[in-house]
């Protein structure tokens, strides 16, 4: 065997022993564990960000810790191993890939991806399982950004997309027309600030699509927004620390941070 699986399978055993002789491992469940995993891939994501490689290998190992607890729960309830883990994912990686694997032929990564589609509405079928649509299966858990990023992705795969970003950016413009007429709306009624909500929606998904037209990622894009924000305020927290600061003193301070940046 070879000496990543055999250290695979030990791993396996001290999580299992964990789960024996542990008193906060042995009361957790499928349930419990939801918020550490997603807080374990976004930790991972924030070393791929920072470009911290060593501590990325750290964020794998928690993220592999994950994956066999629950596995680990699994067997337990005897639903499946972590042995049927790697084989699904092996089979189906195969199963998707004819164009690695079976000689088919897939020259670019648009057909790639028509074909993963096709496979993927095959392998419900056979699973006697509903049709979905292609932007149906996106998860909703996503976070909002990752979401319609990916859902606009996906459209464009079968050509719902503007050919250029210039078209994409005047959806923004269109959609900030849109906000600002309903600001500017006397009536304040449940109805209206309904609308505003929507139409603030439409405005953010109509950025994300300008973003994904320049390949930028959006969650980072606001994510560094953020960073920055918080970097920028710090001082003028300081200065709060000392002594109360109206808000043109506030933004006096904050103007002389970014032009220090710059």
């Known amino acids: ?21 542990c008193p906060w491992d042995r009361i957790q469940t499928f349930e419990s564990l939801k918020p550490y995993l997603v807080e374990e891939v976004y930790e991972a994501i ?24 629950l ?41 790639v991806w028509y074909r993963w589609e096709q496979i993927k509405q095959a ?31 996906r459209a464009a795969r079968v050509g719902f997309d503007w050919d250029k970003v210039a078209g994409a950016w005047d959806k923004v413009h269109e959609e900030l027309e849109e906000v600002h007429e309903l600001l500017g709306t006397e009536s304040r009624k449940l109805k209206v600030e309904s609308r505003i909500k929507e139409e603030i929606g439409d405005l953010l ?22 960073t920055k924000f918080i970097r920028r305020f710090s001082k003028i927290e300081k200065k709060l620390q000392k002594k109360k600061l109206s808000l043109p003193e506030m933004d006096a301070i904050w103007e002389k941070v970014k032009a220090a940046e710059k």
């Open 1 to 21: 065997m070879p000496k990543t699986g055999q250290k695979f399978e030990r791993f396996i055993e001290v999580v299992k022993v964990l789960r024996r002789r």
């Open 46 to 69: 924030q070393a791929i960000n920072d470009k911290k490689y060593k501590k990325l290998a750290g964020e794998l190992g928690d993220m592999l810790l994950h994956i066999v607890m």
């Open 71 to 111: 596995s680990v729960f699994a067997e337990e309830k005897k639903l499946f191993k972590a042995e049927d883990v790697i084989d699904s994912i092996s089979a189906k990686m195969i199963r998707r890939h004819p164009h690695v694997f079976a000689g088919k032929k897939a020259k670019t990564k648009e057909k």
């Open 123 to 153: 392998e419900a079928k056979e699973r006697g399982e509903k049709h979905k649509g292609i932007l149906e299966t996106i998860p909703y858990a996503l976070p909002a950004l990752y979401r319609a990023d990916k859902v606009q992705k």
């Open 205 to 226: 998904f109509a950025i994300v699509n300008v973003a994904r037209k320049l390949e930028i990622d959006a969650e980072d894009a606001l994510q560094l927004a953020n």
